[in-house]
């Protein structure tokens, strides 16, 4: 036993979205609960930290890269990076024989990139490794880049002769790093269909069970809104069938308490039911699924549609509508996404 807790571990966790926060919540509760492991979170994107458990982290903090900060000059934007690379090496110390990094991606340098080499410089005597939270439908397939975009990106090595702690980790294959001999696990959600090798592949615990949650006397339905007209997903004439397909579908269940869930980064534009009221609330979805039942939940291709079926019994009907008016930029995700809806009775609907 003392030889074990003479191992200890240091277990960084970048996180960009409610649903990396959540699955490295039960990362931690599972895997790296232990004496001899302390787990810091480090937060990249505003506004997450008002639904994070403090008590559950050694150190929680905001780590935001510099777009959030206004800062577009190289200069600036790279003594942000720099800055932020420090925070993420002052939780770390010699003791530790194991530093391992937890993050979706490893190809952002503003966000995790540089955090690589800057680590293995400082603690060469740790061994150090990185585990890829799961990002949600991000997961469903490996994107591979092409040979010539792969090699253009080494150029930010010279990045290096103005900020010598900044030095890129060149990546290869797919394009959130999966494939780099640094990545020894990639966390999975359950059931989730992949194309990574099973050996590097580990579960994230159920997210929660919501069968037991609390269910008022009338019906309830909730419309999850994406960016997906913003983002270039679907064209106008596809968001307009997309959203009287989904007011179709709503009306013919006859629920008249509906609530409409609206994502982060979503345009007027993009909203794709109206005259309801706004589910505006400060902690994740999922979290919120665990004590508010729901008899009906539509979307198009959101990964809360995906959470909302593994949490819910067969008594919520989980709906996809308008699949087939999405584009994709790699032409087998839509396949992947109907087997992924399929296999788990989500119900899909042309538009």
Same mark, same amino acid.
């Given at each position: 036993?003392?030889?074990? @807790? ?77 800055? @932020? ?8 110390? /010699? ?9 979706? !991606?490893?190809?952002?340098?503003? $966000? ?25 439908? !991000? ?34 294959? /797919? ?60 064209? $106008? ?19 008249? @308490? ?27 979805? $999922? ?42 930029? $790699?032409?087998?995700? /839509? ?11 989500? /119900?899909?609907?042309?538009?």
């Amino acid at each position: 036993m003392e030889a074990v @807790n003479s191992i200890h571990t240091a277990n960084i966790f970048v996180v960009a979205t409610a649903l990396q926060y959540i699955c490295a919540e039960k990362i931690v509760e599972r895997f790296e609960n232990a004496p001899n492991k302390k787990n810091f979170l480090f937060l990249i994107k505003p506004g997450l930290v008002g639904f994070v458990e403090h008590d559950k982290w050694e150190l929680v903090e905001e780590n935001l890269p510099p777009r959030y900060c206004g800062e577009k000059g190289f200069w600036g934007k790279y003594k942000i990076v720099e800055n @932020n690379l420090d925070k993420v090496l002052g939780c770390c110390d /010699d003791n530790f024989n194991n530093i391992v990094l937890h993050a979706a !991606q490893i190809s952002s340098l503003e $966000e995790t990139n540089f955090l690589i080499n800057g680590i293995r410089k400082d603690f060469p005597k740790s061994k150090f490794c990185v585990r890829i939270l799961p990002d949600g439908i !991000q997961n469903i397939c490996r994107y591979k880049k092409n040979i010539l975009n792969q090699y253009k990106k080494l150029y930010k090595k010279f990045i290096k002769l103005f900020f010598p702690k900044l030095n890129y980790y060149p990546i290869f294959g /797919d394009k959130i790093g999966t494939d780099s001999k640094i990545v020894e696990l990639i966390y999975i959600l359950p059931n989730f269909p992949h194309e990574y090798e099973s050996s590097r592949v580990r579960v994230v615990p159920l997210l929660g069970d919501v069968s037991n949650s609390s269910r008022g006397s009338s019906g309830k339905a909730l419309v999850i809104g994406q960016p997906l007209q913003s983002l270039g997903l679907v064209g $106008e004439e596809g968001k307009s069938l997309i959203e009287r397909s989904i007011a179709s579908i709503v009306s013919a269940y006859s629920i008249d @308490n509906i609530l409409y869930k609206k994502h982060p980064k979503e345009e007027p534009c993009d909203r794709v039911f109206q005259n309801c009221k706004l589910l505006d609330i400060e902690i994740p979805l $999922e979290k919120y699924f665990l004590e508010n039942h729901f008899d009906l939940i539509v979307g198009v291709c959101s990964t809360a549609l995906y959470t909302a079926r593994t949490m819910f019994n067969d008594k919520t009907r989980v709906v996809s509508v308008g699949l087939n008016k999405l584009i994709f930029k $790699e032409s087998f995700k /839509d396949k992947k996404i109907y087997d992924l809806y399929r296999s788990l009775n989500i /119900d899909i609907y042309d538009a």
